[in-house]
């Protein structure tokens, strides 16, 4: 079974920093992403630059059906605002997209399985840890584990889901994403999906401080700087 990797990239910060990061370490990579419906599906175009760029496969998964399903998140639902502020605060909670980790994690087994990849990528990184529950490390532990019992006999016993920046601050993802001239201004966070990021809501404000404790240059154009 060759060495390759399906990687689920969002087009944001981390997931490109993820990609650089794998093939650096000698994986051959395919690259996953999902239309689920989101307010800030411009994040996909990103992904398919990313790809484009590293001269990978690309896939992108229309789950829009099912995202319609998964009401009461900002992200899925245009009656719930966008909340402005820091992930800490409490209306953070409604960016929480029911299960969406568990549904991405399984299609790309799904595409490992089917294509003999020998592991499943995800950028979930430490600094989620305290709103989504799906990006701390007993989900990818978990995940792993279904994905075997799920194709016992098809994948080999090497398979893994990798979360390489699971134990990561953003600001590690950065220093990381900087030393392998990753280029951030190609790469969208933004849960509004205007035509530039607002500067205001939760990935903007985490988006600002990674660059600002990293000690790298922020090369995004914000529209409000209040973040800061």
Request: net charge negative; glycine share 8%.
């Amino acid at each position: 079974m060759k060495r390759s990797c399906v990687a689920v990239v969002s087009g944001g910060l981390d997931s490109a920093v993820l990609a650089h990061h794998l093939r650096a370490d000698g994986w051959q990579l395919r690259l996953l992403s999902f239309d689920y419906g989101q307010r800030h599906v411009v994040e996909v175009d990103h992904a398919r630059g990313l790809a484009a760029a590293m001269d990978v496969r690309h896939d992108v998964v229309d789950l829009r059906s099912a995202g319609a399903l998964l009401s009461g998140s900002a992200l899925t639902d245009d009656t719930v605002e966008v909340p402005d502020g820091h992930y800490t605060d409490e209306s953070m909670r409604t960016t929480v997209v029911a299960n969406r980790n568990a549904i991405f994690a399984m299609v790309a087994t799904g595409v490992a399985v089917a294509d003999g990849a020998r592991a499943v990528a995800l950028g979930v990184h430490a600094g989620d840890h305290f709103i989504y529950p799906d990006c701390r490390p007993p989900f990818v532990a978990a995940a792993e584990h279904l994905a075997r019992v799920a194709n016992e006999g098809f994948l080999a016993e090497t398979f893994q889901i990798l979360a390489p920046f699971v134990s990561w601050s953003k600001a590690d993802i950065v220093r990381r994403g900087a030393e392998l001239d990753v280029p951030f201004a190609a790469t969208w966070s933004c849960y509004r999906g205007g035509a530039a990021h607002c500067g205001t809501c939760g990935t903007c404000v985490e988006r600002i401080e990674a660059f600002a404790v990293a000690g790298v240059a922020d090369p995004t154009e914000y529209v409000a700087v209040k973040a800061r």
